[in-house]
């Protein structure tokens, strides 16, 4: 999971719109934290539930990463225009836990990583099993090649 964030982090830009679906344990930080070694960023990608977002700024020249967890983001998109971040959004990568149904408004691009876990029964390798499924929406991403990113 930590490597295809890496592999993922190279096609994402300043403006991006990550959306991470995937039950609790499914690997949505793991993920996170792979993008955050690709693009260079400062800090270590933890899971952001107490903090609502975070911002990991390039340690190069590269877009900050603004990680953010939906969850308690009940409100959507206002709250997270309330949050103050200190960052301009259209010039961060912006991934976000939990944000189907609920940050969609911020942009009409966006990239959806649906992760399902296997459910095996206990003990079982199965349950070690995730399948990643990346759908692009919106103009940006009808011209990146996600299938290249499966390799
Ligand atoms: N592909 C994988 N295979 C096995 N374990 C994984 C995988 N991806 C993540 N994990 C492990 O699952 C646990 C939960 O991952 P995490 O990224 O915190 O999930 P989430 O943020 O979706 O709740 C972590 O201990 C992580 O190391
Ligand atoms: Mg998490």
Sequence with gaps: MRRLGVRLAQ???A???VLLTGELGAGKTTLTRGLGE???VRGAVTS???????????????????????YRLGGGLEEM???DLDVS???SVVVVEWGEG???ELTEDRLHVVISRATGQAGQEADDVRTVT?????????REDLAALAG
């Design 11 to 13: 096609v994402l830009r």
């Design 102 to 104: 609920r940050v969609e």
């Design 89 to 91: 959004l259209p010039q």
């Design 81 to 83: 225009e309330d949050l």
């Design 38 to 40: 690709g693009l260079g």
């Design 134 to 142: 990346l759908v692009g929406v919106g103009e940006r991403w009808a």
């Design 48 to 70: 952001p539930t107490f903090v609502i977002a975070r911002v990991h700024p390039s340690l190069g020249d590269g877009p900050p990463l603004v990680h953010v967890d939906a």
């Design 15 to 17: 403006g991006d719109l």
